[in-house]
DNA sequence: CTAGGGTTAG
C-alpha cells in the first residue's frame, strides 16, 4: 500500500522540511505502507529542485516495503541483449509469478519492445490482468517509439473502451510526438479534444509542451505559440519547443517565394526576442536552445549573435555534438565564413549526413562547386548513404559553376543508384543548371514532362533562365503560369517588365506594369544589410535615412565617377520603367548595395572585407560594377543574395557570372 | 513509484 505525501515548501523555499518528512515516514513504517514524498512550491505544482532528493527517499522506502523490487530476476531482465535471454527471464517471471505484478510487465515492456517482434510484446500485454493505466501507457509510448502509431492509436482506443481507466497526462506527449512526425493534423486535433474532456484543467508541461509542438510541426506556429503563452512557468524543454517552432519556421521558403522573405525574418527575430524572455527567466540554455538561436542567427546573417552563441557553448563546456556542429556549419557559411565552416567541420568529432549536406551545400553556395564534389566523394567513402537533401546540394553546386553535364549525371544517378525518387526541388535545380546554362529549350522541355504539377518556384526558375538569356518566348510562358500562381507577388511582373524593357518593347513593360497596379501588387524594396562593428545597417534604394547619408552620397559620386573612368557602362536593361537613359543610370547608382558597401567603404578599415546581406538577387548592373569596385578599391566584397554568395575579389567574382 | 515533451541539412 502505498501512502502519498505532499510537503509544501512555501515557507521554507531553500531547505527541505526535514520533521515534517520524518513523521510522516515514522507514520507510514507503523502502519508498514510505502512512503511517497512530493516537494510542492507555493502554486502546489511539484517543485523541481527536489526532484532527485524525492526520487531518492523514494526508492529508499520502495527496497524496505516492497520486495519485489530488488528482485534478482528483474536484474537479469535489465541485462537482457537478445530476444532470446529475454525469453529466458520471461519464463522465469512466469514460474514465479512475477508477471502477475504491474512494476514488473511495465519493466519487460520496455525491453521486450526494443528486441522482441512486435506480437510477442503485445502478448506479454494482453496477458496482463486488469492492465492499469500506467501499463497502457508505457506500451502506447513504446509502439509510438517504434514508429507503429497506429497500433498505439487502437490501443488508446482499447483502454477508452474500459470504464474503470482514464487517459492521463502520461497518455498524450509520445501520441502528439508521433502524430507531429507523421503531420496528422485532422488526427492531432480530433486528439487535442480528449486532452480537452481528460485533462482539465491542463497544468502539465509535458502535455502542453506536446501540443506546441505537434501544432509547430505541422506548420501553425500561431497556434503553437498560443499554447506556450498559455503557460505559466515554462521549464527548458518548454522553451526550447518556441524556440525551435520560430527557428524551423524561419527557413521553410529558402530560395523560394519572396513573400515569406519577411515572415522569415521575423520568425528569426522572434527566436532572438524570446530567448531574451527565456534568459530574464532564469532558465538555462542547453545544447537544444542554442540550436535555435544558431538556426536564427543564420537565417537573419546575424553572425555577431552567431559567434557568442558558439562562445556561450565552449565557455558553459555545453558539447559540440553534431546538431549544434550543423547549425553552426550553416550559420557561418550563411554569413560567408566558409574557413570557419570548413575548419569546424573538420573538428567535430562525429559528422553525420546532416554535417555533410550541410557542408557541401555551404561550399555550393560559395561558388566552389569543385570541392563540394570532392567532400561528396568523400562521405560516400565514409560509407553515408546520399540521401535527397545530398543530392540537392550536389547538383546546387553543378549548377552555380556551370558543370551542366555532371549536374544531369547526378541527377540521373539519384534514382539509377541511390534509389531516391526526385521531388520538386531537384526539378528545380535541373531547370535551373540547364537554363543558367543556356539551354532554355531544354528546360522548358523537362518542367513540361515531370511527373507533378510545377510549383511557382519552378517557373521562377525558367524566369529566371529565359532573363538571362533574353528568351522573351520562354519567359513569357513561365510569367503566364507565375500570375496564375502567385498573383500577389511583384518580382514576377517586374522581371517579365525588365524582359521587355531590355528587347526595348516599351509598350508592353508598360502594360505589365500596369497590370501589376490594377492588381494592387506592391513592388517589394530592394534592401541591403551590412554589417559594421557588430551592428547591422540597412540601406533601401535610394534610401537618405542613414545619420552618415550625407557623407554616403559624397562617396558615391566618388564610386560612380571611378566606374566611369575605368570602364564602366551601366546597364540598363534591368531597369523597369520606360524611363530616359540617363535616369535609368541614376536610378542604378542607388541600389541599395551601392549605397552600403559605399557606407562600408567610409566607414571600415581597408584591410576588412565587405560583407552584404541582400533580400533580392543581384541584378546585372550592380554584379559587374561590384566586380569593378572590388579592383579600384582593393576591397573584398561579398554579397549574399537571395540564394547563394558572391565573392568579389580583385575584378571578379566566385560565381563566374552565374547566378 | 513505475509511463510522457525540446535539437541539425533544403
Redesign the pocket.
Known amino acids: 500500500m ?1 501512502v ?1 505525501t505532499y510537503i509544501f515548501l512555501d515557507h521554507f523555499p531553500d531547505s527541505i522540511p526535514e520533521c515534517s518528512y520524518l513523521n510522516a515516514q515514522n507514520e507510514s513504517l507503523k502502519q508498514k505502507t510505502c512512503l ?1 514524498v ?1 516537494v510542492l512550491n507555493a502554486k502546489g505544482i511539484r517543485d523541481t529542485r527536489w526532484a532527485s532528493w ?2 531518492k527517499i ?2 529508499d522506502m ?1 527496497r524496505a516495503v516492497s520486495p519485489t523490487l530488488n528482485c534478482p530476476i528483474l536484474h537479469l531482465l535489465q541485462k537482457c541483449k537478445t530476444f532470446n535471454t529475454l525469453k529466458q527471464v520471461h519464463a522465469q517471471m512466469i514460474t514465479t509469478g512475477l508477471i502477475l505484478h ?2 514488473p510487465i ?1 519493466r519487460i515492456l ?1 525491453i521486450s519492445s526494443s528486441l522482441s517482434p512486435l506480437p510477442y510484446t503485445l502478448a506479454i500485454f494482453s496477458r496482463a490482468p486488469n492492465p492499469s ?2 501499463l497502457y ?2 506500451l502506447i ?1 513504446r509502439l509510438t517509439v517504434n514508429n507503429q502509431v497506429k497500433l498505439a492509436l487502437s490501443l488508446y482506443d482499447q483502454m477508452l473502451a474500459d470504464p474503470n481507466l482514464r487517459p ?3 497518455t498524450y ?2 501520441l ?2 508521433a502524430f ?1 512526425a507523421q503531420q496528422w493534423f485532422k488526427h492531432g486535433q480530433a486528439l487535442h479534444v480528449h486532452i480537452l474532456k481528460f485533462i482539465y484543467p491542463l497544468r ?7 501540443l506546441l ?1 505537434f501544432y509547430s ?1 505541422c506548420g501553425r506556429v500561431d497556434i503553437a505559440r498560443y499554447f506556450f503563452d498559455q503557460i505559466m512557468e ?5 522553451w ?2 518556441i524556440l ?1 517552432a520560430y ?2 519556421n524561419s ?1 521553410v521558403s ?2 523560394g517565394d519572396p513573400r515569406l522573405l519577411d515572415e522569415n525574418t521575423s520568425s528569426s527575430l522572434e527566436v532572438l526576442n524570446l530567448f531574451g524572455h527565456m534568459q530574464k527567466s532564469g532558465a538555462e540554455p ?4 542554442l ?2 538561436i544558431i ?1 536564427a542567427c ?1 537565417e537573419l546573417g546575424a553572425l555577431g549573435q552567431g559567434i557568442w552563441a558558439h562562445v556561450y557553448i565552449i565557455k558553459n563546456a555545453l558539447s559540440l ?7 553552426l556549419i ?1 550559420l557561418y557559411t550563411n554569413c560567408g565564413r566558409l574557413g570557419f565552416a570548413s575548419q569546424l567541420f573538420y573538428q567535430l568529432p562525429h559528422t ?4 555533410f ?2 557542408m557541401i ?1 555551404g561550399l555550393a553556395i560559395h561558388g566552389r562547386g569543385c570541392e563540394a564534389l570532392d567532400l561528396f566523394e568523400t562521405m560516400k567513402h565514409k560509407g553515408l548513404t546520399p ?4 543530392m ?2 550536389v547538383m546546387c553546386a553543378c549548377s552555380h559553376v556551370g558543370l551542366v553535364d555532371e549536374g544531369r549525371r547526378y541527377f540521373e544517378l539519384m534514382t539509377s543508384i541511390y534509389g531516391l525518387k526526385p ?1 520538386i ?1 531537384h526539378y528545380c535545380c535541373l531547370v535551373d543548371l540547364l537554363g543558367r546554362a543556356g539551354l532554355v529549350k531544354e528546360a522548358e522541355e523537362r518542367i513540361l514532362t515531370i511527373p507533378m504539377k510545377p510549383n511557382a518556384v519552378l517557373w521562377r526558375c525558367l524566369l529566371g533562365a529565359a532573363r538571362v538569356h533574353g528568351d522573351l518566348e520562354t519567359g513569357e510562358v513561365a510569367l503566364k503560369k507565375l500570375v496564375e500562381l502567385e498573383p500577389e507577388t511583384s518580382g514576377n511582373y517586374v522581371l517579365l517588365s525588365n524582359m521587355y524593357s531590355c528587347k526595348k518593347k516599351w509598350d508592353d513593360a508598360k502594360r505589365v506594369r500596369q497590370l501589376m497596379k490594377e492588381r494592387g501588387v506592391e513592388k517589394m524594396p530592394g534592401s541591403s544589410l551590412v554589417e559594421v562593428d557588430g551592428s547591422m545597417h540597412e540601406f533601401l534604394a535610394g534610401d537618405k535615412s542613414h545619420p552618415r547619408a550625407r557623407e554616403v552620397y559624397l562617396k558615391l559620386e566618388d564610386m560612380n565617377a571611378k566606374l566611369q573612368e575605368h570602364g564602366h557602362r551601366a546597364r540598363t536593361r534591368e531597369v523597369l520603367f520606360d524611363i530616359e537613359e540617363e535616369e535609368k543610370e541614376e536610378a542604378l547608382s542607388y541600389h541599395s548595395e551601392r549605397l552600403a558597401i559605399a557606407f562600408a567603404l567610409i566607414a571600415t578599415d581597408s584591410c576588412t572585407p565587405v560583407r552584404i546581406i541582400k533580400n533580392l538577387r543581384v541584378c546585372v548592373d550592380c554584379h559587374s560594377s561590384t566586380k569593378l569596385l572590388s579592383r579600384i578599391y582593393g576591397r573584398e566584397i561579398i554579397v549574399r543574395d537571395r540564394t547563394r554568395f558572391h565573392h568579389f575579389n580583385n575584378g571578379s567574382c566566385s560565381c563566374l557570372d552565374y547566378w
Not at 321 to 327: E, L
Open positions: 502505498f502519498t511517497v512530493h524525492c526520487r523514494n526508492s520502495m504491474t512494476y511495465s520496455l493505466i500506467f501507457n508505457t509510448s492521463n497526462n502520461y506527449p509520445s502528439f510526438k507531429a502539465d508541461n509535458f502535455v502542453q509542451a506536446s509542438n510541426r515554462p521549464d527548458l524543454a518548454t526550447n519547443s525551435s527557428a524551423r527557413s529558402l530560395s542547453s545544447e537544444v536552445t540550436v535555435a538556426t543564420a555534438n553534431h546538431y549544434i556542429g550543423t547549425a550553416t553525420d549526413i546532416f554535417c549536406n550541410a551545400r540521401d535527397n537533401v545530398t540537392l546540394a521531388k526541388e
